[in-house]
Nanobody, 110 residues
Framework: QVQLVESGGGLVQPGGSLRLSCAAS?????MGWYRQAPGNQREFVAQ???????NYADSVKGRFTISRDDAENTVYLQMNSLKAEDTAVYYC???????WGQGTQVTVSS
């Protein structure tokens, strides 16, 4: 059993930045960030393996950076140059499992 808790969401203007955190209750393995906007399906954003290899959705490449701190059992998502279309609830997931966090709202609006 793993508990995942996201934090760091909020309201930001277009072009701004936010850093999301996902704290796990125990050692984490490959982790991913997903997001779901109203009326849309949940979509992949980024993932990071235990070895630090990363993968990103085309829509966020060059703007978002995923990282991990294994000493703190935490995964981060640094989001820069935010756009209105990044507005969504962001979730973290332990890849390959059914463990999801409760989500954190990100709203990009002027």
């Amino acid at each position: 059993q793993v508990q995942l808790v996201e934090s760091g969401g909020g309201l930001v203007q277009p072009g701004g930045s936010l850093r999301l955190s996902c704290a796990a209750s125990r050692r984490i393995f490959s982790m991913g960030w997903y997001r779901q906007a109203p009326g849309n399906q949940r979509e992949f954003v980024a993932q990071i393996t235990t070895g630090g290899n990363t993968n990103y959705a085309d829509s966020v490449k060059g703007r978002f950076t995923i990282s991990r701190d294994d000493a703190e059992n935490t995964v981060y998502l640094q989001m820069n140059s935010l756009k209105a279309e990044d507005t969504a609830v962001y979730y973290c997931n332990a890849i390959g499992t059914s463990y999801w966090g409760q989500g954190t709202q990100v709203t990009v609006s002027s």
